[in-house]
Every structure is written in C-alpha cells, then in structure tokens.
C-alpha cells in the first residue's frame, strides 16, 4: 500500500496536468452549441479508462450524451465498488465576471480555476488516479472497480435511470461511491447522509398580444412582469415560509438528535454573512441556517427577465414576462406532487387578463441514508485516515437525483465522500478546485478501497 | 391656395420616397454604437431645410445631439409658427417580430413599415413638405415659419430645455406646432390638449456579493429577485391603486364634463381587447380605459432581468436583480416629487438583507392646455377640412415632456395637431405609419397656416 501512497505523491504534477486538460473541454451539456465538445469530453475519458487498462471500455447509451463505462474485475470473490461521476458542466455566464478564463484551468492560490474544478471533473479524476496508482504499481487492487461517467447531470440526467436499468447486471456492486458534494469546511472532512431533491420550472406570462408603448396602453391592461411580480411575490411570505397550498405537508420532520447534531457544529453565522457580503440573513423562521439550506425544503427564482433591460429609458408595456424557479424538497416531498401543487396554485392565482404557461425542466427525489452501514463506515475511516479529522455527517442543501436511483436500481448504499469546499463557487463565476484536497481526494479514495474490505 | 394642394397631390411619390430615405437612417438615440447615424440623420434635415430654400440653417447646440434649426421669415408682420418634431427613435429589440427590417421603410397594405414612421419622422415630415408646396409654387407663405428638430426626445430631451431657453428671441413664436400623437382612431381626428408626464426609473437590488448555488445557500439569504418581486408587487394593489405613500396626493381630479367627455366618445372596450389579445382588461378601478390611459397617473414595469436567463436549468441563487418602471403623471404631479415618494418607500421597504440603488431615467412634467385658444382652434378648422369630420379634443397617456417646456421659456401655445395612430406599433416591432394620413398630414398642415391668419 505504502507504493500506491508513494506513487500518488510522485505523480501530483502529472495528474495535476491532466485535470487542467480535462477542465479545457467546454462540456456544458445545456448548451446545443456544445455537442461536440461533449464528445470530445466523453472521448477523452475514455482515452484514460484505457490508459489505466481497464477492460469493457464503452458507451452505455444511445440517446443523449454519453454514459461512459469501464471496469477491472480483479477477482470475482472481491467486493466490487462503483465510482458515479459527470464530465458535463454549469453555464458559464456571467462570462465578464471570471477572473481567468472559465476553461483555461489556470492555477493560482493553490488552486485551479475553471468551470468543473469542484463539480465535478476534479473529484470525479480522484477515482481514476487512486485505480491507476494501483495498477502502475502492481499493487492488487483491494476490490473490483466499475466506472460510470455521465454527461447530463446538469440537466437532471434524463438518460441515466433507464440505462442503469437497461445494464442492471454490469453495473452490480456493492457499494457506489459519488464525490460531487462538499466538505464541512476545509479543515472538516464530511460524508453527505441526505441530500435534497429538486423541482425545477419556467413560468412564462403573456398579457397583450405585443410589445406596447405605455404611454398610450398604460394602465388599461395587465402588465405580464407586474402579474409575475404578483405571483413570485404570492410564494412566500414575510416569514420565509412558501405559501403554495401543501407545499409542506409531507416534508419529514428533523429529529431532536438531528437538531443537535447541527447544533454542535461549530458554524459562525458572522463568518457566513461576511463571505456572502450580506448584513442580515433571511430564511424560513424557527429554523437555523444549517437547517433551511440542509433539511428543509425551499424555493428560489433562479432567473427573470420581460420587457426592455437595454441602457437607458425604454417606455414599453411589454407582451410576456419569464421567470425560472426551482425547490429544493426533503424527504419525503416528490418533484411530481410539487409540481401538481405549483399547478394548482397558478390556476387559481393567475387572472383572466392574462395567459401562463408552467413547464417541468427538471427534477429529483431528496435522498436520505443510514450513516450505520459498511460502505459509509469505511469512508469515514479513510476520510479521518487521510484528513486527520474524523468526518462529520451532513446533510446537504445540493441535489444529485440519481442518488436515489443508484440505491433504488441496484440496491447498493451509496456513499457520498465530497472533496469539494461549499465555497468554491460551483455554479458561479470563478470556479475552483483546491489542490490540496485534490490530492488528498486520491489518497482517500485508494484508503477507502483498502477500508472496505477491513471489517 | 389651390396651387399648393394640387403641388402636394402631385408629388405623393417623391414625397414618400423621401420619407423612405430618412427611415433608411438607424437614428436610435440611447444606442450608443448609432452615434454616426444620429449625425447623418441630423444632416439629412439640414440638406432639406436645405432643399427648400429655407434661412439660417445651423445646429442651435454643442452638447448632445444636435438639435437642428431652420426658418423662413416672409414679413416680419406676419405671425410666426415654430414646427417641433423629433428625428430620433426608440431602440428595434426585440428584433426577430420584425416582419420586414426596421430601418428598410417597406411598403404594404398602404403603410410604410420602419423604426420611427410614425414616431416621429413621417409626422414631422408633413411640416416641411406643406412648407414645400408654398415655396416651390410661388405661393406666399401665409405665416412666417420656425423648424427645430431634435434628436433626443425619446431619452428625455436633455438638452433642448437649454438650449431653447438660450435662444429665445431666434426662437420667438407666436404658436408651437407638434405633430407627435395620435388621431383618435383612423376615421376621427384630434387634438390633444393634455399629456401624462413621465417619471422613469431604474431599480437595482444585490443580495449576496457574487451568484451562488441554489442548493448549497437556498433558503439561507435573501434572493434579490424574490426582493425585488415583493417590492414591485407591494407597488400596486388588487384594484390597480398604486400604494406608493402620497402618490395621488397633486393629482388633478377630472371634472364632470370631462368625464362626459370621455364617454361621448364612442370607445368599444370590446374591440380594443381584441386588438391587444387579452380576455379582460385591467386597470384603477372606478375609472373607464380611456381614462385610465389618458388621465389617470399608471405604474408600469418596462423590463426585469436578473439571474439565469437561458435554455434549461441553472440552479443559481442570483447576486443581483433590475428592473426599470416608470410612472405616467398628470397635472398636477412632478417627476421630482414622485422621486422622492419612490425614494421613501424603497428606504422603508427594503429589508437589511439586501442594497439598493435608484436611478431616475427620465422625467417630464404633464401638460394641460385650453381648448379655446387661436391656435388650438385654427387646428381644429385645419383638420375639419382635411379629414372632413370635426376632431375631438383628448386627453393622450404618452408624454412629450418638451411641451411644458415649449410653452414656459416661449410664452407660446402649443397645438398637438397628431397624424399617427395608436395602434400604429410606436415603440414597439412592425411600427408603420398610414400612407394616406402621411399625404393629408401635409394638406392639414398648409390648411393650419391658412386658417391662423384667417381670424
């Protein structure tokens, strides 16, 4: 073992160097302009897979992005782990806001900059170079490994859960291993125990028929922005709490253990506010900030836009006004029910004087995990091992839908070890990875393959 | 007389081809990419002016666009008219309702299709033409006559305020002449004797200090859009009253004959909604369409954007919200008084948990004139035998914030004499201007210098 340590060392550079030509792919998956650089993405993965001399090298699917798959099954009586992770990345705009650009990988403060650092290129190649310190250094690796590498996670991975279903049998493990969430902080490893699910929509208003000068139209019509406006505005109250009618009520309630479980992570609401530039928080009332962004259910507008955003003064009474809103659901809230509810809630808020449209982009299940069982265990002691820390367990305010659909389709836990900081702007400008936790991403991975087959 | 008219028949063509050459210019005044246009647009009135044999031809100022100058003094004896108009116009966006290019002037249905037809080239074109047909035809000029053409109406008018108030013995009048609103619909002319004034806006909210992932800190800040949804909606309640503290306080109640008025007009609510597509109308209640759009004091959002604005799902939780409103005023409201309401209540409104800024954009004072003035009443005779039927005297809901202005430094009246119409698209794609009112825009206004002198 002590080889593979050493060779994981030995390589920082190398494999340093390889992530930067992994972040140079422009693999957003959301945008149709960027089909090939999807490809080129999926083709460089499996450029990797058979650099390491993985076997069964393919492509899973046929329809939408490439799920890519390798495995080395080393002996048929060994465990078998699945690593899970997405080459494809978030948008990058606002682009004027990136400090260097977003796929150029530049390093600087100990740290490599570029959309897909942290979510979820930089964790997900900490799988691959653990396996490939093994197999460099004719070290048996402790258990078999299948690779399941996807390119639509962005988008709600609409191809995923049939093809896991599709390939029940190749993809069997014991274990799936997922690192695309975050550390408590960056000294305070974490293993995720729950994540929240997500419903994501676009609304679109439209009052008139077209663009009106609002001189001669003002006032006689509904303005489409005003009845967005009158609608966001309708969803939650002065309390921070959503007024759809149900929203909550199937939403699990936190435990006392869980309550004091946040309670006694030492977490500094002034530190917090400082980071984000705010001088007050707000959010759902009765609850601590740990608890609103890890264990209850919100809703954010994630966009808005109608009428004249140009420079200057533009008098016009716009036709349609858009916006995009997203919950985030606990267990055992489900993206269907809450879309029934939104529906609901918009038939009858919405007046005569103007027509609405509500469409699903996108959805997942909220997960939640024993943290007793083997799998989990044996991350925690290769965490501590690796970080000198021993981990904490979170729940996590983020959404990895498949989550659940990996436990679900081939009954194994799945283990969520994140070496990402919460604060490494995933899904922002100035994405980035920390080198450091990069490289303790590769030891931890190779301890966790030694961990569990230990007990 | 008769020469004049018969002049004016007889070149319908070249007269609409010159229109169709200033269209041709992309005079937007708030672009700032159209600044050598907005020059080449000046100096295509000054080549007219020009053209026409016309005296003292300059640009009255430094700053700003230029505001172009012309004369024809015949006798000092004579009464002098000054025709306003504008040769700047709104931005074309969005581009892609365009049926045909909006800088191409193409002809169909007897229309002209371009940016600017109706506001407010094709209007201010008829002044010079009728001046044309006097001169080329050896008729003498009943009256003499003043152009001053602006290129900064539609962002506010910045410099002609000064610039007339620096002028004032050149610009000397003895009546204003705008042709700058619309007929009350295509078979009635009018004259309006009352514009809403105008007080734009732009308000702009930060949250958190950059965009952040809607899953790791939803529910723990203040998301900006959700702030600025419930200030805009917290703008303006259920029955179209705008809650803004003191709002109604200046306004000028409407008097019994005047709402008389407003409904001897025969105004089909019926056919107006159809015309603007919507199910039901909406408005201030206790006060009919015509006027709510003409008398009333309105609030409109003219745009909104903030956060993820493109295909898909980005999960982000925005840093910062916009959005530009603006207010229409009536007598006796001021944009600086209302700027100050809007302050108040913003500084009230707006919790810790975000900054905001304000901005006015624009402002222009409402206007109110006699209907039994010389001028005002020449207008009406000139229209009479134009159109062949009486005009109505209205109230308009757009704003010309120039009038106050006009009528204040040059102690002239000012007479709204308007050739558009309201559905003709001004401010809005596939604006047009009606061929046939273009060519008895020209024949009214020769009829207006007739009939002033007639008394």
Redesign the interface.
Known sequence: MQAVLNFIDNNREKYLQELKNFLKIESIS???EKKSEMDRCADFIKEKFSELGLDKIQTLNRDGFQIVYAEKIIDHNKPTILFYGHYDV??V??ID?WKSPPFSGEIRDGKIWARGATDDKGQLLTHLKSVEAFLSTSTELPVNVKFVIEGEEE??SPSLGKTIAAHKDLLACDAVVISDT?MYDDKTPSITYSL?G?A?FQIGIT?????????????????P??E???L???M?DKN?KITIPGFYDDVLKLTKAERDGFKKLKFSEKA?MKV?????????KGFT?LE??GA?P?L???????????????????SK????I?M?LVPHQTPKKIEKLLKDYLKKAV?????YSVEA??GGEPALTSIEGKAIQAAARAMKSTFGKTPVFTR????IPIVVEFGRLLKAPVVLMGFGL?TE??????EHFDLNNFHKGIHCSAAFMNEFIKQ
Chains 1, 2 share one sequence.
């Open positions: 959301s945008d149709p978030q948008p705009d606002p806001l988008i709600g975050s929240r997500l994501y009052g008139p028929n077209r663009d009106l000068h609002s001189g001669t139209f003002g006032g006689a019509v509904m303005n922005i005003q967005m406006c009158d966001l505005s309708g939650k921070g917090y984000l530039g705010v001088k007050e928080l707000f959010g759902e900030t609103r962004t209850r919100t954010e507008i994630n966009g808005i836009w109608g009428g004249f955003t140009g420079q200057g003064a533009k008098t016009v009474l716009p006004a858009y916006a995009k997203s985030r007046p005569k004087s103007v027509t982009l996108h996590e305010g983020g959404s919460a702007n995933l899904h922002s400008p100035n």
